[in-house]
Nanobody, 114 residues
Framework: QVQLVESGGGLVQAGGSLGLSCAAS????????MGWYRQAPGKQRELVAS???????NYADSVKGRFTISRDNAKNTVYLQMNSLTPEDTAVYYC????????WGQGTQVTVSS
């Protein structure tokens, strides 16, 4: 079994920063792609950022230059540093790991106030 535990969500003011963390555990014996999706009420889920086992990153246009994804392979943990936050970033953020199939974290709420 594979489990992902997220942390770091919360309430911040516009222009502020927030860091998310997601730790994968279970029967994962190789380094796999990981990343973050988000979903706001009434909107489709969108891919925010991803990172390969080798460290190659990809970002949604809406967050490019503001968010940074990174990983610690020894800990099977992926991070998302979010800077210059705006109310449009308000959503539930879900981490994932691509291993045999996609495994999802439980989601963490990020709320950005005006």
């Amino acid at each position: 079994q594979v489990q992902l535990v997220e942390s770091g969500g919360g309430l911040v003011q516009a222009g502020g920063s927030l860091g998310l963390s997601c730790a994968a555990s279970g029967n994962i014996y190789t380094i796999r792609p990981m990343g973050w999706y988000r979903q706001a009420p009434g909107k489709q889920r969108e891919l925010v950022a991803s990172i390969t086992s080798g460290g190659t990153t990809n970002y949604a246009d809406s967050v490019k230059g503001r968010f940074t994804i990174s990983r610690d392979n020894a800990k099977n943990t992926v991070y998302l540093q979010m800077n210059s936050l705006t109310p449009e970033d308000t959503a539930v953020y879900y981490c994932y790991v691509d291993f045999v199939r996609i495994f999802w974290g439980q989601g963490t709420q990020v709320t950005v106030s005006s």
